[in-house]
C-alpha cells in the first residue's frame, strides 16, 4: 500500500494565507494583533523556536514584543512580567517559552497568563473550556493534528483512535478534541499493558511520546490513519516517534517528520493570536 503523505507543510500555508487575511483586516480597522513571546534563560532549543516564531509574525503582520529574561529571575519578578502583558491592549497574546527553569513554579506561570491571551491554550480555563466544549483557544499541537486530518478529508465520525502520550501539552487535549468529533478514544501510556496490541486497535493512531522511531509495524493496524508527533533530535538528525520507512507501507495515511505535525503547531499559534486580537478588539 502507498500511503498518502500528510504533508504540514501545505497545511500550515494554507493556515497562514487564512491568517494573513484575518491580520489583513483586523489592521484595515486600526488594530494591530500583538504577541508577546516571553523566553526564560538561554536554553538553545528555545531561542531558535522563538525566533522562528518571531519571524513568522513578521510575515503575517503580527507585531512580536519579545522579552528575553534571565535564568534566575525569581518567580514574582516574571509575574510582574506576564502581568504587565496582560494589561498592555497592544498585546492579544502572550507565550511564555517552555522548559522553565526548575526553581520557577510552571503552574503558577500559566495560571497567570490573562486567559484570553493565552494563545497556547495551557490556561486551566482554556483546558476546562475544551473539556467542556466550549469556545476557546485551544492547545496549538493538537489543534494542527485536527487541522490537518480535516485538509485531508479523513473521516472521524465513529473511528477507533489511539493517542499514545498522555501530557497537558499534547496527549491530553488531543484525546479531547479527537472525542469532541465522535472519535472513540484510549489513552495509552508508559504503563500501558500491551502497547503494540491496543495501538492495533487503532485506526487513527497518534503518537506523543518523545521515543525516537519507537513505534513499528507491530502497533498499526492495516489502513491506519498514523500522526507522529514526536520530535527528537538524533545522532542522524531529527526523527519523529515512528519508524516511518516500516510504518508507511501498512497504514492509509502518515505524517512524515520533519514536515509533518511540526509545522502546524507555529501556523496554529498565529491562528490563535489573530482569534485572540478578534475577540478582544470585537
Ligand atoms: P511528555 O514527555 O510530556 O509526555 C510523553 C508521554 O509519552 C507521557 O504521557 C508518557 O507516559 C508517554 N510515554 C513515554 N514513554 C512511553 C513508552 N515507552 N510507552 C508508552 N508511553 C510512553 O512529552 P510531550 O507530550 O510534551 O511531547 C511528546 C513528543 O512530542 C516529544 O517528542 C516532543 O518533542 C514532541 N512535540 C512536538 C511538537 C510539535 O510541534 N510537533 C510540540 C510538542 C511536543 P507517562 O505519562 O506514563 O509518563
Redesign the pocket.
Given at each position: 500500500m502507498t500511503p498518502m503523505i500528510i504533508d504540514g507543510k501545505t497545511v500550515s500555508a494554507a493556515v497562514e494565507i487564512e491568517t494573513a487575511a484575518r491580520v489583513a483586516s483586523l489592521r484595515a480597522r486600526g488594530v494591530i494583533p500583538g504577541l508577546a513571546v516571553v523566553l526564560v534563560g538561554d536554553d538553545p532549543a528555545s531561542q531558535s523556536y522563538v525566533k522562528m516564531k518571531e519571524r513568522d509574525c513578521e510575515r503575517i503582520g503580527i507585531r512580536s514584543f519579545d522579552s528575553r529574561l534571565s535564568a534566575d529571575i525569581s518567580q514574582a519578578d516574571l509575574h510582574d512580567v506576564i502581568d504587565g502583558f496582560n494589561a498592555d491592549p497592544h498585546v492579544h497574546g502572550i507565550l511564555v517559552q517552555q522548559p522553565f527553569p526548575r526553581h520557577l513554579d510552571v503552574e503558577a506561570v500559566v495560571a497567570r497568563v490573562s486567559p484570553v491571551k493565552d494563545v497556547d491554550g495551557f490556561h486551566q480555563e482554556n483546558l476546562g473550556r475544551l473539556m467542556r466544549g466550549l469556545p476557546g483557544h485551544r492547545a496549538?499541537?493538537p489543534w494542527?493534528v485536527m487541522r490537518m486530518l480535516d485538509h485531508y478529508g479523513i473521516e472521524l465520525k465513529g473511528k477507533r483512535a489511539v493517542v499514545?502520550?498522555?501530557?497537558?501539552?499534547?496527549?491530553k487535549p488531543m484525546g479531547l478534541m479527537l472525542l469532541e468529533r465522535d472519535c472513540t478514544v484510549t489513552y495509552?501510556?508508559?504503563?500501558?499493558v500491551d502497547?503494540p496490541g491496543v495501538c492495533r486497535e487503532a485506526d487513527i493512531l497518534v503518537?506523543?511520546?518523545?521515543?525516537p522511531m519507537?513505534i513499528g509495524a507491530q502497533y498499526v493496524r492495516e489502513g491506519a490513519v498514523v500522526i507522529d508527533?514526536?520530535?527528537?533530535r538524533t545522532d542522524a538528525g531529527m526523527v519523529?516517534?515512528v519508524d516511518f520507512a516500516a510504518v508507511a507501507p501498512i497504514c492509509s495515511a502518515i505524517t512524515p517528520?520533519p514536515g509533518?505535525?511540526?509545522p502546524?503547531?507555529?501556523a496554529m499559534l498565529m491562528s490563535n493570536t489573530a482569534a485572540a486580537a478578534e475577540i478582544q478588539t470585537a
Open positions: 496549538c499541537t494542527g499514545i502520550g498522555r501530557s497537558l501539552l499534547v496527549g495509552c501510556h508508559s504503563r500501558t502497547l503518537a506523543a511520546i518523545g521515543r519507537m508527533v514526536g520530535i527528537n519523529g516517534d517528520v509533518g505535525v511540526g502546524m503547531t507555529r
